[in-house]
């Protein structure tokens, strides 16, 4: 009688530990579902900043899908809303700017400046329209050494955006190809 008392208060202990650690995860994302290989990521103990609500991610691992893929749904508050309405309102040129520019390195500026060659990548942003919102898609191809586009390198982004009363909610996906990111871009704009 003894022994099972402490199973039971094992068992039971672990299904506690498991329950409270279950609310880092997000809610999934039910046109992607787990069965298909998605797997929800623990956004409650990653995203920590201010005016940020992460409600869900969801990641598509190379082993489980024949194409890996990635898409969330975030929510911005206050001050955030407002300056990524603006940068997703933004002229596409000046966006595809921003998307290939690599974010600044203090310790690239000390070091000797390599002579340029053509653009290692092509990024182009378009606009679409899906599920009554607008979209943007942001396509990267590498390129090789000619300059010419590497065959099969490259990837892209897809994100709708929409205000819910005060709040700006965003669905964004990351795939392989263009039509994969826009179909998980509006799946995730579905479950916001």
Known sequence: ????????????????????????????IAELPASQGWTPLP?????????LEARSMVFCPRETCSKQGFASVVAFAGPEAQRMEQALKADPASLARLFSKPPPDESRSRKKARPKGPPKSTTTVTRFEAEGVTGILVEIRARDA??????????????????????????????EDPAAARRDAVAAWRSR
């Open 1 to 28: 009688m003894r022994s099972r008392f402490h199973v039971t208060a094992l068992i039971l202990g672990c299904a506690m530990l498991l329950s409270a650690c279950s609310s880092h995860f997000g809610a999934g």
């Open 43 to 51: 956004i409650g103990s990653w995203v920590l900043n201010d005016g």
């Open 146 to 175: 000619a300059g010419k586009d590497a065959s099969g390198k490259s990837a892209a982004t897809a994100i709708l955006h929409g205000r819910d009363a005060d709040t700006l909610i965003v669905a964004l996906a990351v795939a």
